[in-house]
């Protein structure tokens, strides 16, 4: 295995979009996504009964993000669309965040004209776009976020401005604490793992190497860690270029453990990754404890720990580790993380070019 990920000027050649440059800029970026609702008028809150956040891929992962993070903080459901519709009980009692990066996801214009017609109260969060002209034609509120990043190193502009509307109507408390812990947590972190820090001494980097030839399987616990999972396995997808799959317990204790039957051969390629949270149901602790000691000596394991007090400090902590990790992942196979040709390839034929 080569030495590249100890080698800077490398990582840099390799990196053609910037993604290690986006992600050393991160606490910035979190600092800066939490400012930008401010002066933009939004729509009263109401008698609300539900919010909806509708996205894509790098869009929908800060849906999930607020999900969790608002599950036992609010009197109204956060839920998650990733389809053309919204869900039914759409309404005029909704709040809709129509999140798109870019702002020319097919699939979030379609709902964001969904919303309208359904005549939900309607924040559009993009850089630009398709999106932003037909927000701006409606008189819909609209959260401009910086362009010039990838969509998959944009979580923060994609995920705490609608923190801050939430709190700005009234539906959350005041989170400005656990946005300044995060901020301040994050700048420690990457003191920890990022590309200057030897690979003898950095986490992130050893997490790496011992993913590389592997079938990451990332295993996380619901209602804290289940969104980093999925977003782990997502960046080994765009980022590194190779498969990877995840799934959450106690979910997995009824199903998926029982993979751990199958074929040597098949066995041999999975390494599992557990990502731990204080704040994670005893049981389920217990749960992972157990797991682990059932697969042991069957597949490669380890596991990362939430670091952190506030809830958005320990969920961004494994996000860092994870999204440095796949980076490093990619440098190991030779690959440039920042291109996603397939995923470029199939918005070509789907657009008929």
């Not at 002066?39 to 539900?50: C, F, K, M, W, Y």
């Not at 849906?63 to 990733?82: E, I, K, S």
Request: hydrophobic share 45%; proline share 6%; aromatic share 6%.
């Amino acid at each position: 295995m080569s030495n590249i990920l100890d080698d800077q000027a490398a990582l840099a050649a390799l990196d053609s979009l910037g993604g290690l440059r986006a992600l050393w800029g991160l606490p910035e970026q979190c600092a800066d996504a939490f400012r930008l609702p401010d002066g933009v008028t939004i729509p009263e809150a109401g008698a609300l009964s539900n919010v909806v956040v509708s996205g894509l891929g790098g869009s929908a992962i800060g849906g999930d993000l607020l999900r969790v993070w608002a599950a036992d903080r609010m009197a109204v459901p956060v839920t998650v669309n990733r389809d053309y519709r919204l869900p039914a009980f759409v309404g005029e009692d909704s709040l809709v965040f129509c999140v798109s990066y870019s702002g020319n996801t097919e699939e979030t214009l379609a709902a964001y004209a969904d919303a309208r017609e359904k005549g939900a109260r309607t924040v559009v969060l993009t850089s630009g776009g398709r999106l932003k002209e037909m927000a701006a034609g409606d008189g819909v509120s609209v959260i401009t976020v910086p362009a010039g990043i990838s969509p998959r190193s944009a979580t923060g502009y994609l995920f705490l401005p609608m923190l801050k509307v939430l709190y700005r109507l009234g539906l959350v408390a005041d989170p400005d604490r656990e946005m300044r812990e995060l901020v301040a947590h994050l700048a420690g972190v990457r003191e920890e793992i990022g590309p200057a820090v030897p690979g003898d001494g950095n986490p992130a980097k050893q997490l790496a190497r011992r993913l590389f030839g592997k079938l990451p399987v990332i295993w996380g616990v619901s209602g804290t860690t289940e969104v980093v999972a999925m977003r782990f396995k997502g960046q080994i997808n765009e980022n590194a270029k190779a498969p990877a799959y995840w799934s959450v317990l106690p979910e997995l204790n009824h199903n998926e453990i029982n993979g751990i039957e199958g074929p040597d051969n098949v066995l041999k390629l999975l390494s599992v990754v557990f990502l731990r949270d204080p704040g994670d149901h005893p049981r389920v602790g217990l749960r992972v404890d157990i797991t682990r000691r059932i697969i042991a000596g069957k597949v490669d394991v380890t596991e990362l720990t939430a670091r952190g007090i506030g809830r958005l400090a320990r969920t961004y902590d494994l996000v860092y580790r994870g999204d440095y990790t796949s980076v490093y992942l990619a440098a190991l196979y030779g690959v440039d993380p920042g291109p996603v040709p397939v995923i470029e390839r199939l918005k070509k034929e789907l657009a008929g070019l």
